[in-house]
């Protein structure tokens, strides 16, 4: 299978702890998304690289959080000092850099975190 | 990118034809209307994008009024593999699909056997 895949799927851990996410998109996509989405929600947009240059950032994304695409390739996306409003699933997703109006989002199956 | 407003929730027949409405009133003339699902413990998915006219492909159908101002995904037989949040999405100008996806809640499609 070629598709975006994210380690780990679940994550239970304890208020203060720093997590890590890992999100391997499709080979020789050289956008890469990050997500999160809680309970009853639509996904809400956190970051995006275009190769390992980080394009954006949601005000979402707290000064707890960190994202990296070091060589282009996978991404790791960092939580530290973990608070209770960050159990949510996070979504990873990946696509062509390509002129035009599909520019289909591939996304991975997500990482569950909870935070105790 | 606009607002979408959809139905929290619908309900079909399995084998029957789903109309899955979306309205997007303030929708600019290069706003591309993409619809993504997202099944049951699983990432989104795309199933379909159109600007202004009718667009088929294997998953689905997507009709748009004619002022744009509205749009509806049908799918022409449900089955229960199809029981999911369905979202509509705007996404504007010629280079915005390369943008990130702004979702709303969606439409959560229950299908019945």
């Known amino acids: 299978d070629t598709g975006v895949s994210q380690d780990p799927r679940h994550k239970i851990t304890k208020r203060g702890q720093n997590v890590t996410f890992r999100c391997d998109p499709i080979s020789e996509h050289n956008r890469l998304y990050w997500y999160r989405q809680t309970l009853g929600q639509g996904p809400e947009f956190l970051t995006y690289f275009q190769n390992e240059a980080q394009l954006e950032k949601s005000r979402l994304l707290s000064d707890r959080f960190s994202a990296e695409r070091p060589k282009g390739s996978f991404s790791t996306l960092e939580i530290q000092r973990t608070e209770q409003g960050d159990s949510a699933m996070y979504l990873c997703a990946s696509s062509r850099r390509e002129e035009g109006y599909k520019n289909e989002q591939f996304f991975g199956p997500g990482t569950r975190l909870t935070v105790l | 990118d606009a607002k979408t407003t959809q139905p929290n929730s619908m309900e079909s027949n399995e084998e029957e034809p789903v109309h899955l409405p979306c309205n997007h009133s303030t929708i600019s003339g290069t706003d591309y209307i993409h619809w993504y699902r997202q099944l049951p413990s699983q990432g989104p998915e795309y199933v379909i994008h159109g600007l202004t006219s009718n667009v088929n492909n294997r998953m689905a159908s997507l009709a748009i009024a004619e002022d744009r101002k509205s749009s509806t995904l049908i799918l022409h037989r449900a089955t229960l593999r199809d029981a999911a949040v369905y979202y509509c999405?705007?996404?504007?100008?010629?280079?915005?699909?390369?943008?990130?996806?702004?979702f709303g809640k969606g439409t959560r499609l229950s299908v019945i056997a």
């Open positions: 999405i705007l996404r504007g100008g010629r280079n915005s699909g390369n943008t990130p996806l702004v």
